[in-house]
């Protein structure tokens, strides 16, 4: 199912979107976000910049740039949170602008060794708590 621009989250900017994640930064082609929903602590999301569907529609340069900036995320995340893994989620099945979650996992947390679910809805921070983890990745871009 391909989506139109006018009504994807990301492209719109819209309430949906900030009532799911806060803006973290302007990356090279996409912007990261830190999920509001902190089960899996850290949890942040990169969105392409323009309205893609897919990985595979990219160019391969836009790809390899893409990529860049989920791997840079990655990479503070991995700084800031020293978690034992980094989980990447492309599952765009209803809203297909290409996105990757990324979802830190660690040995005693929630689903280790499993599947991080999309949106539990079990942790929720104060706005100083998420300010802390958004200053904690951008301290490490």
Do not use: W
Request: net charge negative; with cysteine; aromatic share 10%.
């Amino acid at each position: 199912m391909k989506s139109d621009p006018k009504e994807c989250l990301y492209c719109q900017n819209n309430e949906t979107l900030h009532n799911l994640m806060i803006e973290i930064a302007p990356l090279s082609v996409s912007r990261a976000f830190l999920f509001k929903e902190q089960t899996y602590r850290g949890r942040c999301l990169v969105a392409y910049n323009g309205h893609a569907n897919d990985l595979n529609e990219l160019s391969d340069e836009e790809r390899n740039a893409f990529m860049a900036d989920v791997a840079c995320v990655t990479r503070a995340m991995d700084k800031a949170f020293q978690p034992e893994k980094i989980n990447y989620g492309a599952y765009s099945d209803k809203l297909s602008h290409l996105h990757f979650h990324l979802a830190p996992k660690y040995v005693d947390g929630p689903d280790y060794g499993g599947t991080f679910r999309m949106n539990p809805g079990e942790v929720y921070l104060t706005d100083a708590e998420y300010q802390e983890l958004i200053d904690a990745v951008k301290a490490n871009l």
